[in-house]
T-cell receptor, first 111, second 111 residues
């Protein structure tokens, strides 16, 4: 089992560019999540998908969109990147909505 | 709403010292409680969990007991190693598909 995988590992964007962060899990989990981690701010939930076919906003959804492509995959899209979106992004999955399992992260820099 | 307060760091210890990281929570109902560990440059890993009062979670020499009377879930390890240097996060899930995280405690163990 690879667990939760994320691509890319690193990305540099210019302000205004768009990109999609990919996440996949092979644990047959129902729920999936996107977080951002910033120094001094801890982990903040961007969006989550409680089950296939549903998505909900988290704490900091502005500037992002998500797609739950199927049970395995949950992508995060930045339509017009801003320097404030420079962060480390983590995807996670959960079998039951309680404990979560995290991917290795994507380090995004927006210049 | 749900919230977690954990001991501020950073914490610096010598090898073989005793480690305690305090964690208290506020929640309605009966949440599940977790400790996650994040090593430098990596994602969060689930370290241990407890799902009901008086449960003790344990893993890799770490322990934490779910104390409902004091709303606490303190993390302890009797003899730390350099390899335990990491950031530790306390978290709770109230069954709403979301985790509430503490701010994280950075632990450095010196040889």
């Amino acid at each position: 089992n690879a667990g939760v995988t994320q691509t890319p590992k690193f990305q540099v964007l210019k302000t205004g560019q768009s990109m999609t962060l990919q996440c996949a899990q092979d644990m047959n989990h129902n729920s999936m999540y996107w977080y951002r981690q910033d120094p001094g701010m801890g982990l903040r939930l961007i969006y989550y998908s409680a089950s296939e076919g549903t998505t909900d906003k988290g704490e900091v959804p502005n500037g992002y969109n998500v797609s739950r492509l199927n049970k395995r995959e949950f992508s995060l899209r930045l339509e017009s990147a801003a320097p404030s979106q420079t962060s480390v992004y983590f995807c996670a999955s959960s079998p039951d909505g309680y404990e979560q399992y995290f991917g290795p992260g994507t380090r995004l820099t927006v210049t | 709403g749900n919230s977690v307060t954990q001991m501020e760091g950073p914490v610096t210890l010598s090898e073989e010292a005793f480690l305690t990281i305090n964690c208290t929570y506020t929640a309605t109902g009966y949440p599940s409680l977790f400790w996650y560990v994040q090593y430098p440059g990596e994602g969060l890993q689930l370290l241990l969990k407890a799902t009901k009062a008086d449960d003790k979670g344990s893993n890799k020499g770490f322990e934490a007991t779910y104390r409902k009377e004091t709303t606490s879930f303190h993390l302890e390890k009797g003899s730390v190693q350099v390899s335990d240097s990491a950031v530790y996060f306390c978290a709770l899930s109230g069954g709403d598909y979301k985790l509430s995280f503490g701010a994280g405690t950075t632990v450095t163990v010196r040889a």
